[in-house]
């Protein structure tokens, strides 16, 4: 598939447009959002039942089985829902009718054994990562760091361990943004182009592989504002849930709790629509088969 150069400042007016996404079809996007989140979240909770049934509250092989089990199956539903949710904001964008329940589009076009292959990709790419992190970092940085988790876990208040330097602190570092940027270009454009342009696991793995190379600035700086975007925000919630807590908690405390849960996952829901809108405008503007990407002069400014 064709793909279209774009420079580096493309990169802004994606995640201006990730932002404005949303107002086209406000129900139908955040519905969707919201009904991926709460998909994920059932999943958790079913797996939660699973573990207290058979495991008995004890860790067990049944459990770490159970827990494994779930863990592969929502790295395989999250692409068949996220291209569910690009299928929504594509749909809105071209001004045809869509609705939240689209979000399980995927099964019914026959995309979605596809699209789960690319969550089985993702945790092969996890593995080889880990394993190759390991080995730059060295087994005295590892087993100290494993020494340290361990503590904090059997006690919390305990300040972290110090920690020795990675035997190739450099080679660390770039290896791990390596591996952060193709992974992160990698399963959105797969997505998109399994999703929208109906392509197979095979070629949307190779488009998008290339397109992450041909358009290297201008998809790292994306990543790279949509990564400060998440941080910056996720610090501001993490201070509003602080104060309704405060707040609310000293007058009664189940509301607090309700209403701190309600904010994360609309929270949840607003953050995926800018990550999955993301990934759709990188699709749209990247390959020449989609529409013809608007110029960097016609572009707006943030309307939410």
């Given at each position: 598939m064709p793909i279209r150069p774009l420079p580096p400042l493309q990169a802004w007016h994606w995640l201006v447009q990730a932002i404005?996404?949303?107002?086209?079809?406000?129900?139908?996007?955040?519905?969707?959002?919201?009904?991926l989140v709460g998909s994920l979240y059932a999943m958790?909770?079913?797996?939660?039942?699973?573990?207290?049934?058979?495991?008995?509250?004890?860790?067990?092989?049944?459990?770490?089985?159970?827990?494994?089990?779930?863990?592969?199956?929502?790295?395989?539903?999250?692409?068949?829902?996220?291209?569910?949710?690009m299928h929504v904001i594509a749909e809105a964008e071209a001004g045809r009718p869509t609705a939240a329940r689209d979000l399980y589009r995927?099964?019914?076009?026959?995309?979605a054994g596809r699209l789960a292959a690319l969550g089985g990709l993702q945790i092969l790419l996890m593995a080889a990562g880990m394993l190759i992190t390991?080995?730059?970092?060295?087994?005295?940085?590892?087993?100290?760091?494993?020494?340290?988790?361990?503590?904090?876990?059997?006690?919390?208040?305990q300040a972290p361990t110090q920690l020795p330097a990675p035997a190739h602190p450099l080679l660390m570092f770039v290896w791990q943004v390596c591996l952060n940027y193709f992974t992160a270009i990698t399963m959105l454009l797969g997505i998109a182009l399994i999703a929208l342009s109906?392509?197979?696991?095979?070629?949307?793995?190779?488009?998008?592989?290339?397109?992450?190379?041909?358009?290297?600035?201008?998809?790292?700086l994306?990543?790279?504002?949509?990564?400060?975007?998440?941080?910056?925000?996720?610090?501001?919630?993490?201070?509003?849930?602080?104060?309704?807590?405060l707040l609310l908690g000293a007058l009664f405390m189940p509301l607090a709790l309700l209403v701190t849960f309600v904010l994360g996952m609309c929270f949840a829901?607003?953050?995926?629509?800018i990550v999955c809108g993301g990934g759709?405008?990188?699709?749209?503007?990247t390959f020449a088969a989609a529409p013809e990407a608007p110029t960097l002069a016609t572009q707006g400014s943030i309307e939410l």
């Open positions: 404005n996404l949303g107002m086209r079809n406000p129900r139908a996007i955040f519905g969707a959002a919201l009904l958790v909770m079913a797996g939660g039942v699973l573990v207290a049934l058979f495991g008995g509250g004890e860790v067990s092989t049944p459990t770490l089985l159970i827990t494994l089990l779930m863990v592969v199956a929502i790295f395989m539903m999250m692409p068949i829902l996220a291209g569910g949710l995927p099964f019914a076009l026959g995309r390991r080995q730059l970092a060295g087994e005295e940085y590892m087993a100290a760091y494993n020494e340290a988790l361990n503590s904090i876990m059997q006690n919390p208040q109906n392509s197979s696991v095979l070629a949307a793995i190779k488009s998008a592989a290339l397109a992450a190379v041909r358009n290297l600035a201008a998809n790292f994306a990543i790279t504002l949509f990564f400060v975007l998440t941080m910056l925000s996720a610090v501001l919630l993490s201070m509003v849930l602080s104060m309704v807590m829901a607003v953050l995926l629509v759709y405008l990188i699709w749209r503007d």
